[in-house]
């Protein structure tokens, strides 16, 4: 079976990449920098690719692994390639705007199967990992949903199923709320010059955990955390509250 990952020579896409070959498909990688496609190319033992769709048109299985501001545009220039009786995905952190993309998009007998790993690439494997199923009920009737469930399951993630836009309103909750008040609270002590370091010598455990969690937070991608903020359709609200 082949696995076209597009977007797959970094992060998370790199991560399934790596994760199913290892499993015994065959995987087809696409990205932009060729020096980097085949450096990973070589490390993993997949193919490379900088045309996406021809990646799509290949795939047993296909699934989007860009970026989220990027994520609607790649869709629509891949899913229309899909063929007949394979499956589409994405992995991007957001639901209802790639779930909508692909489904207008898509062939008819292609199965989408939006998805949200709620890991990182640094995970070791999926034992104990979350991961969110966003199909609409006609998709969940579809065998590759039952296929793609029972594997996940099968390596141990605890699978999670639920509508586009109830994830939205979770994860606006669960990611875009947490990651805008630790923000703001970093933001809050850079106005106020506060020595971090010096801090911390009266620091109670509630500040010190405080302070741990900021800095986990700006210290990842700073461009996930904002296109979260930008692109779920649920955030305007959460913020206004």
Known sequence: MIVSIIGGTDGLGKWF?????????????????????????????????????????????????????????????????VRKGALLMDITSIKEIPARAMEECVKEGVCVIPAHPMFGPS?????????????????????????????????????????????????GIIQGLTHYAYIALGTTLKELNVDIRESRKYASPIYELMINIIGRIVGQNPYLYADIQMFNPQIGHIHET
């Open 17 to 81: 990449a790596r994760f199913l070959k290892s499993r015994g498909f065959d995987v087809i990688v696409t990205g932009r920098d060729v020096d980097k496609g085949k450096n990973v190319e070589e490390e993993l033992g997949v193919t490379f690719t900088t045309d996406n769709v021809e990646a799509a048109k290949k795939g047993d299985v296909v699934i989007v692994a860009v970026p989220i501001n990027v994520t609607e545009k790649v869709i629509r220039e891949v899913a229309p390639h």
């Open 123 to 171: 995970t070791p494997s999926l034992k104990r990992q979350v991961v969110i199923l966003t199909p609409s009920e006609r998709h969940m009737s579809n065998p590759w949903f039952k296929r793609v469930k029972n594997f996940l399951e099968e390596e141990g993630a605890r699978v999670v199923v639920m509508s586009p836009r109830e994830h939205d309103r979770i994860m």
